[in-house]
């Protein structure tokens, strides 16, 4: 097949999602499912994909879609729980407490507390978490879904405990003779982690802007002014939250390796920050809230706006008390992830349901039920039931919304994760698969301008697979070969691989069945493709910025890419704070 051609075909399953669901905004259920169409259609009519290994990836997607179901009901269900309790109530009281600022707001609860779960857990979590916490303290479903993505990006590379790189990075290049060639004699575990130190130097240097950024997209798409520079008067908080996180994560990362920086990197932002929004150091004295609920455009709204509290006629509990449950699933998250015997029991064969050489394909699934979030979290509404005092009948009522919230959210997932296993898996007798395909088309056509492409390719990865571990397994060692062939050494090709894992780490911001996951703990529906368009204004600015800063670096020195990269950064800050939206016809009156 012509080189253009097979470019073509590979880009077709993304160009399909892409304009159906983000610029023709059809729902995410019917844009998957013609999606895997095309998809699997191109795997076997052109692509030359045996049947077998179309079925086997299929089915692979179906167990994998419903293992994201399960961490998506236990999310919902520990947020219903909370509010059948009253724990939320409290929660609630406490935040407005610290302040009454939604900027300051979001930014404790999606970039600091949800960088740490990033770090304990990743797979998602930490937007299934902070987004409904965001709707029962009054945020709008829609926005908090879009902060809770836009984080997803900084403390990805290392979250799961550094699995991204110890896992994604490390399976593509580890045994690969030209790498081990390349590099001798240093030690590959050695090159692994100068990987993980630049990747984290990368990261800060973009990502502490990111709690700037989302305030801005914040104020802008959800005040009643419709204004970025409405979440920029907040900039002198925003940067310190930034840096209170971003500084303590290139340290860890560089002394300790990729396994603590973004867990330890959110304690230690969160420890600094939450005294000092106490105290009100750095925030301005204006006040940002959101319009009268009455206001509130119908796209705002998911179902877990309009819960009922039961208890709303009774005195607070202790905050301790309230905040208890998302303690001890933190604290288990942490605990799983970290002792290595107890991670060996969880994740021992006695408790993984496992399905081998599925249709023939070769192609295996597995579900680690234990390991799972969903059962931490289903975990932690048992724990909020007796440690709460709740009564069976609230308990119940819970696990009736959570099942009725899971099962909106299945149709879209159980389309979008068997096409994205179609496209991985698609490797035929004469082609490489797909995502391969891709990224040697962009490879031919830029040539030795590669470096500034490397986070866009691992950005397309991650927004196909939904995983920066599964796009650093893809194509690390196709980053790694490319730059060894255009000339820049191990060295330099260290550094195009820490750019796939930045980029690979800013994809999971527009990642369909994230943010389809991720709105169904809101009870957001058929809303994804705009929520899409808006994370990909922070997507864009980060893989643009991990090209010219990564270009920085393999030139050396003090050059004109670092000049580009501060008038990026300015001009993209800038752009924002000269674009006004039309206000609501509520706020105008």
């Not at 970039?111 to 937007?127: D, H, K, Q, R």
Request: aromatic fraction near 10%.
């Amino acid at each position: 097949m012509p080189e253009f051609l097979t470019f073509i075909v590979a880009l077709l399953p993304i160009a399909t999602v892409f304009v159906l669901l983000v610029v023709l905004a059809k729902s995410a259920k019917f844009s998957m499912l013609i999606a895997y169409l095309v998809t699997s259609v191109s795997a076997l009519l052109i692509w030359g994909t045996a049947f077998n290994k179309v079925l086997g990836a299929t089915l692979n997607g179906v167990v994998t879609a419903l293992s994201l179901l399960y961490i998506v009901f236990g999310a919902i269900l520990m947020l219903y729980t909370l509010e059948e309790s009253g724990g939320i109530r409290s929660i609630r009281s406490g935040f407005t407490s610290i302040s009454r600022d939604r900027r300051v707001q979001a930014i404790i609860i999606a970039w600091m507390f949800g960088s740490l779960i990033e770090g304990a857990s990743g797979f998602g979590t930490p937007a299934a978490i902070a987004a409904p916490l965001l709707v029962a303290i009054g945020f709008p479903a829609m926005a908090a879904v879009m902060v809770s993505l836009i984080i997803q990006s900084t403390p990805v590379s290392f979250g799961a405990v550094g699995t991204p790189i110890l896992v994604g990075v490390n399976t593509g290049l580890s045994g690969q003779a030209a790498v081990e060639t390349a590099i001798d004699p240093m030690p590959f575990t050695e090159y692994l982690f100068e990987i993980a130190a630049r990747v984290a130097m990368i990261h800060g240097l973009i990502g502490f802007l990111i709690p700037l950024i989302m305030v801005g997209m914040l104020t802008r798409f959800f005040g009643a002014s419709r204004s970025f520079s409405e979440g920029f008067r907040i900039w002198k908080f925003a940067l310190f939250a930034g840096l209170a996180f971003t500084i303590p994560y290139y340290i860890i990362a560089s002394l300790l390796g990729p396994e603590f920086p973004s867990l330890v990197g959110g304690i230690i932002g969160l420890m600094i920050v939450v005294p000092a929004a106490r105290r009100g150091l750095f925030i301005p004295d204006d006040v940002f809230e959101f319009p009268n609920r009455k206001d509130w455009d119908d796209a705002w709204v998911g179902k877990l706006d309009d819960i009922e509290d039961h208890r709303a006629d009774q005195p607070l509990m202790s905050l301790v008390r309230a905040w208890s449950p998302y303690i001890f699933v933190v604290l288990l998250l942490i605990l799983t992830r970290t002792i290595a015997p107890l991670k060996a029991f969880l994740t021992s064969p006695s408790f993984t349901l496992s399905f081998t050489d599925l249709f023939g394909s070769g192609i295996n699934s597995s579900v680690q039920i234990l390991w799972l979030p969903g059962t931490i979290l289903i975990l932690g509404s048992l724990f909020t039931f007796f440690v709460h005092g709740m009564k069976g009948r609230d308990y119940a009522r819970a696990l009736r919304s959570s099942g009725t919230a899971m099962i909106a959210a299945a149709p879209a997932l159980l389309l979008a994760v068997p096409m994205v296993q179609v496209f991985l898996n698609s490797a035929s007798e004469r082609l490489a698969s797909m995502p391969i395909g891709l990224a040697e088309g962009v490879s031919s056509l830029v040539g030795s301008a590669w470096p500034m492409f490397s986070p866009l390719i691992g950005a397309l990865g991650a927004f196909v697979a939904g995983s920066n571990t599964i796009s650093n397994m893809m194509f690390s060692l196709f980053q790694f070969s490319t730059a060894e062939q255009i000339g820049f050494g191990a060295a330099g090709a260290g550094t195009v691989v820490a750019l796939q894992a930045v980029g690979g780490a800013a994809g999971n911001m527009i990642c369909v069945h994230n943010v389809v996951a991720a709105s169904a703990t809101v009870g957001l529906v058929d809303r994804e493709g705009e929520l899409i368009r808006k994370t990909l204004i922070p997507m864009s600015y980060y893989v643009v910025q991990g090209g010219l800063i990564g270009l920085a670096l393999l030139t050396g020195g003090l050059n004109m890419w670092w000049l580009a990269a501060v008038i990026w950064a300015a001009a993209v800050l800038f752009a924002m704070s000269r674009n006004r939206g039309a206000a609501p016809k509520a706020a105008i009156a």
